[in-house]
């Protein structure tokens, strides 16, 4: 039973039920899951298949805090994730550092790199469209210094990873639930930030620049702190799925590879909802992994389904199932009259 101004037992300060309804999606995802690996019998290739899910997943969570929450269009994801990865393979491999250093380094790269962008932006008053080609040109000269850099970063046949080898980081099983961990807690700070005065911020931000800025929220160092957080998220991802995968390349983190499925996956499961990400990189991963005995075929299907999913849902899975379910209970109530 609770004491007075909402102390638990021992005097510890008990949440508000509110907090905890605010997580309960979170939870379910991760419970979910969480299962799908013991429904499936561990199977080497679903597995794999899921690391891939959860990685593209995390990555959209990541690039929904900067776009969704301050409309900042980076469309340099592959490159502020593989800039971390590189970091942190080149930093093993050359000197011989622990994955449990050479990871957080990356990230640090990365959070530098999209603190930096999002301070160009701030400083040079850059809308959306420019702020997205400025960040599609760091992109491609992120790509051009991997290709150019050969004795550094090995060019386009990349790098083997030296540490992690043998170890459970390889282990499919342990990888999974590695990126699913990763996954929940993107989810929890994007929920945190979200339900904290910085999410205010944000929320304003998006809504009307001009409006926020006369309301009292710092315009430049919301956005930075979104550049900041989102980056590091994206770095944390790359830099593990490097040393899960023991082999980095331009490839890996390409802007096809990685920009154009999370924009697809994002856009699908609804951009600036909690659960968008990760609905979106289910039903996309699902839809192409139906597809794949078609064969030549496949593409010009998938894009086709894509599409009237799309049509069907122009505001994202997620809200348009919530505006279904509220138009159902709607007409389930009581009748007034």
């Known amino acids: 039973m609770s004491g007075p101004l909402g102390l638990g037992p021992g005097g510890v300060v008990a949440p508000p ?6 997580y ?13 690996p013991l429904s499936l019998g561990g199977s080497r290739y679903f597995l794999s298949l899921g690391v891939h899910l959860l990685v593209v997943a995390s990555y959209a969570v990541a690039f929904n805090l900067v776009f969704g929450s301050t409309s900042q269009l980076f469309l340099c994801q592959g490159a502020l994730a593989g800039a971390a990865a590189y970091c ?25 790199l999209g603190g930096g962008l999002s301070w160009v ?6 809308e959306v469209i420019y702020l997205g080609i400025v960040t599609l040109a760091f992109s491609l000269v992120f790509t051009n210094l991997l290709l150019g850099g050969r004795e550094l970063t090995g060019g386009e046949t990349g790098l083997v990873v030296d540490g992690g080898a043998g170890t459970w980081l390889r282990s499919p099983a342990a990888a999974y639930y590695l990126f699913l961990a990763l996954l929940v807690g993107h989810l929890v700070v994007y929920r945190a930030i979200e339900r904290s005065r910085l999410g205010w911020g944000f929320r304003a931000l998006r809504d009307d620049e001009v409006a926020a800025a006369l309301a009292g929220v710092d315009v430049a160092r919301a956005k930075v702190t979104a550049g900041v957080v989102g980056a590091a998220m994206l770095g944390s991802v790359g830099a593990t799925f490097a040393a899960h995968e023991g082999f980095v390349s331009p490839t ?4 096809g590879e990685v920009d154009v499925r999370v924009l697809v996956v994002l856009a699908l499961g609804g951009v600036g909802t909690l659960l968008g990400p990760v609905v979106g990189a289910v039903v996309v991963t699902v839809v192409d992994e139906l597809l794949r005995p078609l064969g030549q075929l496949r593409l010009t299907v998938y894009g ?12 994202g899975m997620v809200r348009s199932v919530r505006s279904l ?7 389930a109530g009581p009748r007034t009259d």
């Open 17 to 22: 039920a509110s907090s905890l309804r605010a």
């Open 24 to 36: 309960l999606p979170i939870v379910v995802a991760s419970v979910v899951l969480a299962l799908v």
């Open 88 to 112: 942190s393979v080149i930093l093993g491999n050359r000197y011989g550092l622990p994955l449990w250093l050479t990871i957080p380094a990356g990230v640090g790269l990365a959070a530098l």
């Open 121 to 126: 932006a701030v400083s040079r008053r850059l």
């Open 252 to 255: 890996t983190f390409a802007f």
């Open 304 to 315: 086709v389904v894509l599409v009237v999913i799309f049509l069907g849902f122009r505001q």
């Open 325 to 331: 379910w509220m138009r159902a209970g709607t007409r």
